[in-house]
């Protein structure tokens, strides 16, 4: 498209709130859909990877979740991992209720209600229990932590959790914002994690298997909290173009035109020849990079771009906003 095309042709139109309500409103069937997809999911998930990933391989996680893991091992099943989860998150999800978001207790309950219930049935239909071998454990670490990751991301993603500490997190941060809260809930999972040694001690073996447990959980812990972040922000990541160029009204219309990508141009001074020029700033999608790096050829092939990862992109044009 040379520049003389895109001055005549006619820019997108515009985008706004009134658009992404409409379209809000059209799609909110879809929208109540997902959220129930995302609750089955989220809360089968960590069923499954509880029940049939972490405990087989005697060791634990954080959490609720992992205190029902450790009182299900040391009764050999006599106190069932689905009646623990739900007595611990049942008064967390009733004070949250009252302190935080409604929207936020009731997703959180429903998946707490749902992850009882399908422990429940996992525990009395006879699911397969995996275990691996004693060299081979790492990947029962491996695939809870990405179960569990991907449930957490599920959960958060439709305004929900999946209890335990995640309920205690968002209650404390609500009422006494400070930067500490992440590491309290840290030191809570890691005394969790820690009791680990005791219930999963054997006296026959050597203290580098007695630490196997703990070991486990660290990793899990580590998978889930990078699953968990590829889940969230990973989707919706974007490219931060910053062009300095002398040519800014053709090459923004270029990227209006056919990227239909918003563009803010910014005036800059280059320090050394202290000649004015301007920056202009893009965001665009990921699939979008080629066609902008061939549209500043084209139109500018002397401009300067600096190219930087954004890892969440929030606002008109990228990712409509869910009430």
């Known amino acids: 498209m040379t520049e003389q095309e895109i001055k005549e042709s ?38 499954f ?32 991992q689905s009646a623990i989860v739900f007595a611990i998150n049942a008064p967390l999800v009733i004070v949250s209720f009252f302190f935080v978001k409604r929207k936020f207790a009731v997703l959180t309950f429903l998946n707490i209600l749902l992850q009882s219930l399908f422990l429940l049935i996992l525990e009395n239909c006879g699911a397969p229990r995996i275990e691996f071998e004693a060299g081979t454990r790492i990947f029962a670490a491996i695939a809870g932590g990405v179960c569990i990751g991907v ?57 580098a298997v007695n630490l ?26 974007a490219i931060e173009f910053r062009i300095i160029t002398d040519k800014p009204e053709e090459l923004s219309l270029a990227l209006m035109k056919e990227l239909s990508r918003g563009v803010t141009e910014l005036p800059a001074t280059g320090m050394y020849t202290k000649e004015k020029h301007s920056m202009l700033v893009c965001v665009v999608n990921r699939r979008q990079v080629n066609a902008l790096r061939r549209i500043m050829k084209e139109i500018d092939p002397q401009a300067f771009a600096v190219m930087s990862n954004v890892s969440q992109v929030l606002g008109l044009g990228f990712f409509a906003s869910e009430q």
Not at 61 to 77: C, E, F, L, N, R
Not at 212 to 237: A, R
Request: one cysteine or more; charged letters at 15%.
């Open 10 to 47: 006619k820019l997108p139109e515009k985008i706004t709130r009134e658009d992404f309500d409409h379209k809000f409103e059209k799609s909110k069937v879809f929208y109540y859909l997902k959220i129930v997809l995302y609750l089955i999911l989220s809360a089968g998930l960590v069923a």
């Open 49 to 80: 990877a509880a029940h049939c990933l972490i405990e087989p391989n005697e060791f634990t996680i954080g959490g609720a979740s992992g205190i029902a893991i450790m009182v299900s091992y040391v009764t050999q099943g006599a106190v069932p």
């Open 151 to 207: 449930s957490v991301a599920f959960a958060f993603k439709i305004g929900g959790s999946t209890g335990g500490t995640d309920i205690l997190a968002v209650i404390i941060q609500k009422k006494c914002p400070a930067p500490s809260i992440a590491w309290m809930i840290f030191f809570v999972n890691a005394a969790i994690i820690g009791v680990s040694f005791i219930v999963f001690y054997d006296e026959g073996s050597a203290i």
């Open 212 to 237: 196997l447990p703990i070991m486990m959980s660290l990793f899990e812990v580590y998978v889930e909290s990078k699953t968990n972040d590829s889940m969230t922000n990973g989707f919706q990541s």
